[in-house]
């Protein structure tokens, strides 16, 4: 079952966008049908649908229904909302404005180009997890791999995160139907708990070995020498290979150097922004008190207490031993860039 898709019209029922709402996971699987931008606005907000290339599908397929169901003349403003939804995940912009571009041509082209981009999220993913896998093979060596790879993730990047398999958690399950993992390391990603509702959830369904660990836990991982490598996705990874993750992912990376072990990001190609020199130029998702204040809905923190909540924080390049894309292997700390094609 894919957590996002399109269901086309059957006879006079208008087609429309299926999502299974990932905040009520693990404990419930409930489909959503989609059927306005409005829904979908609101779904995208709370993290119904989620993750950096499955939000790429949802801007295209959102333009589809915004054409679908909206006066010709407010199709524009209601592009516009799509890809204002979430700010930091540059495919929901990228999405949005790929299908946006074929509104002159009608609803069938804009239509097709959608199933395009979830299809071509689908060969990315898969081409993403051998690329990545033969790549920590080749960096940690025979031995560890013979001896199975301890890896560590954070939030969730996983099919739930794009349409099938994913970005970083595509490669630890690459490994892991290899036979090389002996163990996945899952943050829980606090305040949402992407990690301990979601990756946990996908490891288990995987038969994947794994551990949750507080967040507050990795560093000290690392430094003891139980972990091999950290794998993360990215939301918006800078033309110079600056990388918006998940909060949290900084820490992880500064921890990696330390312990020497190396810190990666798993992203497709869509997930640059060639128009976005650094990471001093990404937008952070800034997403209010409640969700740190408040523990699933119940409240943890005094009432009156005020939180910070950046959604994603920006790991430097030259904290990123390689940035795995479906096409290549970027070293932005042996100066590669990512916007160098040659690289
Ligand atoms: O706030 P979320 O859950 O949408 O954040 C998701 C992440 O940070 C992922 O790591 C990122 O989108 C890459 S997903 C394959």
């Known amino acids: ?36 931008v409005d829904r979908l606005v609101e779904a995208i907000s709370r993290l119904a649908v989620r993750g950096a290339p499955a939000l ?13 169901t909206l006066p010709s003349s407010e199709v524009p403003g209601a592009v516009r909302r799509i890809r204002d939804a979430r700010p930091t995940a540059v495919n929901l912009a990228w999405g949005a404005d790929l299908a946006a571009a074929e509104i002159p041509h009608g609803f069938d082209a804009v239509l097709d180009v959608a199933k395009q981009v979830r299809d071509d999220d689908i060969a990315a993913s898969k081409r993403m997890a051998r690329i990545g896998a033969d790549e920590l093979y080749r960096e940690l060596g025979e031995t560890a791999k013979q001896n ?24 630890i399950e690459e490994v892991h139907r290899d036979g090389h993992l002996q163990r996945a390391l899952a943050c829980e990603t606090r305040p949402l708990l992407q990690g301990a509702r979601l990756t946990a959830w996908e490891l288990q369904q995987m038969g994947a070995p794994f551990d949750l660990l507080a967040d507050s836990a990795a560093a000290s991982t ?10 993360t996705g990215a939301d918006r990874v800078a033309a110079n290979g600056d990388s918006a993750n998940k909060i949290g992912t900084l820490a992880l990376a500064l921890a990696a150097r330390y312990a020497r072990i190396p810190f990666y ?9 060639r128009r976005t020199a650094s990471g ?5 998702e800034d997403r209010g008190s409640a969700e ?52």
């Open 56 to 68: 790429g599908v949802a801007g295209a397929f959102g333009v589809a229904l915004a054409m679908q």
């Open 265 to 273: 990001i798993v992203a497709p190609e869509t997930t640059i922004d």
């Open 222 to 231: 690392m430094r003891r020498g139980q972990a091999d490598a950290v794998l």
């Open 280 to 284: 001093d130029d990404i937008e952070i």
């Open 1 to 36: 079952m894919r957590p996002i898709d399109w269901v086309d019209q059957a006879g006079d029922q208008p087609g429309y966008l299926r999502l299974l709402d990932q905040t009520l996971l693990p404990l419930q699987t409930m489909m959503l049908e989609i059927r306005t």
């Open 148 to 171: 199975g790879l301890r890896l560590m993730t954070i939030c969730n990047t996983g099919a739930l995160a794009a349409v099938e398999r994913g970005t970083a958690l595509g490669v």
């Open 292 to 343: 740190v204040c408040e523990l699933q809905g119940v409240r943890i923190a005094p009432a009156g207490t005020t939180a910070l909540n950046p959604a994603f924080d920006v790991t430097p390049a030259d904290l990123i031993t390689a940035i795995i894309t479906d096409r290549r292997v970027i070293r932005p700390s042996a100066g590669e860039r990512p916007d160098d094609e040659t690289s």
